[in-house]
């Protein structure tokens, strides 16, 4: 039996790579019975069908850290969340969502200021102040003509890094800056909409630096009732050195007496905009998990 990683999907068949070959191998028929998918990042155990056309079977998925639907891929280390301060216009809640979305993955994000050419200088100035505490971070880029990507070879030159964030950001161009290639096609911006289209139809993985990027459609949504509400106000960094010392010790951080996060909120401490957007996502959180249990 052999051992590789699945770097494409295409069709239902996959592309495996081991330390000396690839192999495109269709999973064995019990994978649809159990209505199990292989995805890309997957580390498979296949069986070598015809070694002339380098052909096999993917017998077993080895356990995966992590896996996500959209964009599907497994076993990701960091996530890249690409926006602009305009065209298209910058996105708060989607960021958040994102971060979140990454946190309960246990994935490392960095947030990538994208198309910094078209940005005013105050109003990017302002952005990184609102995430500067984050604990995600913080790249500013212009990825048409490739400015400043050099700091990408410091945060991801290992594992599995997919991209996600605003469709029209440049995620597409950004990935083919980085990797040399015109592997992914880069859409056109509605100018009615400020919305990009997604262009790309298949997984794959990109070798980058000692690691991989993620070459997938990226999603633009995510869906705030998938995380438990409880769990939330930890995947805030900003908060961390004032809820411990907030009045009750479950304190949700929303209208609590003696909360020790509102207060910092008053103090300009923690920004508004960010505090604002958590009270939204818990309650958005909160009323899903309501609907899910029926009271």
Same mark, same amino acid.
């Given at each position: 039996?052999?051992?590789?990683?699945?770097?494409?999907?295409?069709?239902?068949?996959?592309?495996?790579?081991?330390?000396?070959?690839?192999?495109?191998?269709?999973?064995?028929?019990?994978?649809?019975?159990?209505?199990?998918?292989?995805?890309?990042?997957?580390?498979?155990?296949?069986?070598?069908?015809?070694?002339?056309?380098?052909?096999?079977?993917?017998?077993?998925?080895?356990?995966?850290? /992590?896996?996500?639907?959209?964009?599907?891929? +497994?076993?990701?280390?960091?996530?890249?969340?690409?926006?602009?301060? /305009?065209?298209? %216009?910058?996105?708060?809640?989607?960021?958040?969502?994102?971060?979140?979305?990454?946190?309960?993955?246990?994935?490392?994000?960095?947030?990538?200021?994208?198309?910094?050419?078209? +940005?005013?200088?105050?109003?990017?100035?302002?952005?990184?102040?609102?995430?500067?505490?984050?604990?995600?971070?913080?790249?500013?880029?212009?990825?048409?003509?490739?400015? $400043?990507?050099?700091?990408?070879?410091?945060?991801?030159?290992?594992?599995?890094?997919?991209? +996600?964030?605003?469709?029209?950001?440049? %995620?597409?161009?950004?990935?083919?800056?980085?990797?040399?290639?015109?592997? #992914?096609?880069?859409?056109?911006?509605?100018?009615?909409?400020?919305?990009? =289209? $997604?262009?790309?139809?298949?997984?794959?993985?990109?070798?980058?630096?000692?690691?991989?990027?993620?070459?997938?459609?990226?999603?633009?949504?995510?869906?705030?009732?998938?995380?438990?509400?409880?769990?939330?106000?930890?995947?805030?960094?900003?908060?961390?050195?004032? %809820?411990?010392?907030?009045?009750?010790?479950?304190?949700?951080?929303? /209208?609590?007496?003696?909360?020790?996060?509102?207060?910092?909120?008053?103090? $300009?401490?923690?920004?508004?905009?960010?505090?604002?957007?958590?009270?939204?996502?818990?309650? #958005?959180?909160?009323?899903?998990? =309501? $609907?899910?249990?029926?009271?």
């Amino acid at each position: 039996m052999e051992i590789g990683l699945v770097t494409k999907s295409v069709s239902g068949q996959y592309t495996v790579k081991t330390e000396k070959d690839e192999y495109i191998c269709k999973p064995r028929g019990l994978f649809r019975k159990d209505g199990f998918k292989p995805l890309c990042g997957d580390i498979a155990e296949f069986e070598i069908t015809d070694i002339s056309d380098k052909e096999g079977y993917i017998q077993k998925i080895k356990e995966r850290k /992590n896996s996500l639907i959209r964009p599907p891929v +497994a076993n990701v280390d960091t996530s890249v969340i690409v926006f602009s301060i /305009n065209n298209p %216009k910058l996105d708060e809640f989607l960021i958040d969502l994102l971060i979140l979305a990454s946190r309960a993955h246990k994935i490392q994000s960095i947030l990538c200021i994208n198309k910094s050419d078209l +940005a005013d200088d105050d109003k990017l100035r302002l952005v990184m102040k609102e995430y500067e505490k984050c604990g995600c971070e913080i790249i500013v880029t212009d990825a048409l003509h490739e400015d $400043n990507l050099d700091r990408f070879s410091k945060v991801i030159s290992s594992g599995i890094t997919v991209f +996600a964030g605003q469709s029209g950001a440049g %995620k597409s161009t950004l990935i083919n800056a980085l990797t040399k290639t015109k592997s #992914m096609q880069t859409g056109i911006l509605s100018r009615k909409i400020e919305r990009g =289209k $997604n262009t790309t139809r298949h997984c794959q993985l990109l070798p980058y630096m000692g690691g991989y990027i993620v070459d997938t459609p990226g999603f633009s949504k995510f869906d705030p009732g998938l995380l438990e509400p409880e769990a939330i106000k930890d995947m805030y960094n900003e908060f961390d050195e004032y %809820k411990s010392v907030c009045k009750f010790n479950d304190c949700k951080h929303i /209208n609590e007496k003696g909360c020790a996060v509102i207060k910092a909120v008053e103090e $300009n401490l923690i920004p508004i905009g960010r505090y604002n957007r958590y009270k939204m996502i818990y309650n #958005m959180s909160k009323e899903a998990l =309501k $609907n899910r249990r029926g009271y």
